[in-house]
């Protein structure tokens, strides 16, 4: 029993590690790829806000779509679901991968941020219905897309580093 018994503390205590990581590393993603989106939403649709007000369309439908400016009513709303997607998969990353030693080292560590967000990009669209999906796409080129998911893996990568630090 006492096997048992160590084994599901660990289990408990790897799930707090992962919910930890995953809070500090889904910050900084979410603050890695917010500057990237609004930059690249500078470039392309001539609005910073315009991609992460697209974000906002699970609940204000295409009406998101066409603002430009910040608004609690879009930009808000855009960013909290970013940023509480960003730590959904920041967790699951490092719930899963997170604990590994060979994770440890910088060029292993921006590898498996990238896989992860590889999967994350999959999954955004190809699995979730298209009122789930992150909303970017309407107003950013794929290419831009790509940058944005990039610098969300260099948060990811970033952060996971400094919640080890910690």
Request: charged share 15%; hydrophobic share 45%.
């Amino acid at each position: 029993m006492e096997h048992a018994e160590r084994q599901l503390a660990a289990r408990g205590s790897g799930l707090r590690s992962a919910v930890r990581t995953g809070l500090i590393a889904g910050t900084s993603a979410s603050l890695f790829s917010t500057a990237a989106l609004m930059l690249l939403g500078r470039r392309y649709a001539g609005s910073a806000y315009a991609a992460t007000n697209a974000t906002s369309h699970w609940l204000w439908d295409r009406e998101s779509f066409d603002v430009d400016g910040p608004t609690w009513r879009h930009t808000a709303l855009g960013y909290a679901t970013h940023h509480l997607a960003a730590i959904f998969w920041a967790t699951l990353y490092a719930w899963l991968f997170g604990n590994r030693h060979g994770a440890r080292s910088l060029p292993n560590e921006l590898a498996a941020a990238t896989g992860a967000t590889a999967v994350s990009y999959i999954v955004d669209y190809t699995v979730t219905p298209e009122r789930l999906r992150p909303g970017f796409e309407h107003r950013l080129p794929k290419s831009a897309l790509y940058i944005a998911y990039l610098a969300f893996a260099v948060g990811l990568a970033a952060g996971c580093g400094l919640a080890r630090r910690r």
